[in-house]
């Protein structure tokens, strides 16, 4: 079975604040696929990366930054000079190759950025 | 607008009582994808159809079924509803049989009363 740890409930930053947040993910599968989700207070969640496991490279798409460790079992997220629009609740999810349709989410992190 | 569409955005309704909640996936995917999210279980998959097939199902009660249709919307229907079973349905769309991300629609806030 899969599962994914996003350790971090709330995370409360000040705008222009860098911030990172943890996903760790358990699965024995050699081939599988992480994501992250935003779903912003209007509730709608937002497809942010999906990465597969034999990709170890990190990513970064202007402020955002993944990181992805297979040592550590990690998939984390920066936000690089943060602003009032990233408020919102971030999901890290994990699918296998086996049942690649198949999304097992984390408990989210709720991010609050103050102006 | 994601390109998914979820009718209705709100839903209220008596335990006991049975609804039906439809999707429409974004243009040119076949796949469909059923969440719920729930203040307690968080988001948790209930079933994928591809193209009119059942192809994978998650923890999804009896009293829950879903169907695919040749136009390729989607309609889960939820019966001998429970307070519990008040949450944030969300139907998701995908080209194929993975998902290479999902395009979530704006869910359903079903409140059973």
């Known amino acids: 079975a899969q599962k994914v740890t996003q350790a971090q409930t709330e995370i409360s930053v000040v705008e222009k604040e860098d911030v990172t947040l943890d996903c760790v993910y358990e699965?024995?599968?050699?081939?599988?696929?992480l994501f992250w989700y935003k779903q912003p207070p209007s509730g709608e969640l937002v497809f942010l990366i999906r990465?597969?496991?034999?990709?170890?490279q990190n990513e970064i798409s202007g402020r955002y930054s993944w990181n992805f460790q297979k040592s550590t079992s990690s998939f984390n997220f920066t936000i690089t000079a943060s602003q009032v629009v990233d408020s919102a609740v971030y999901f890290c999810?994990?699918?296998?190759?086996?049942?690649?349709?198949?999304?097992?989410f984390g408990d989210g992190t709720t991010l609050t950025v103050k102006p | 607008d994601s390109g998914v569409t979820q009718t209705p955005k709100h839903l209220i309704t008596a335990t006991g009582q049975r609804v039906t909640l439809r999707c429409s996936p974004r243009s040119g995917d076949l796949s469909v994808y059923w969440y719920q999210q729930s203040l307690d279980q968080g988001l948790q998959f209930l079933i994928q159809y591809y193209n009119g097939e059942e192809r994978a199902k998650g923890n999804i009660l009896e009293r829950f079924s879903a169907q695919q249709f040749p136009d390729l919307h989607s309609e889960l229907n939820l019966s001998s509803l429970e307070l519990g079973d008040s949450a944030l349905y969300f139907c998701?769309?995908?080209?194929?049989?993975?998902?290479?991300?999902?395009?979530f629609g704006s869910g359903t806030r079903l409140t059973v009363v």
């Open positions: 699965t024995r599968d050699t081939t599988y696929y």
């Open positions: 999810a994990l699918s296998l190759s086996t049942n690649a349709g198949k999304s097992t």
């Open positions: 998701a769309s995908s080209g194929g049989l993975e998902s290479y991300g999902y395009t």
């Open positions: 990465r597969n496991s034999f990709d170890e």
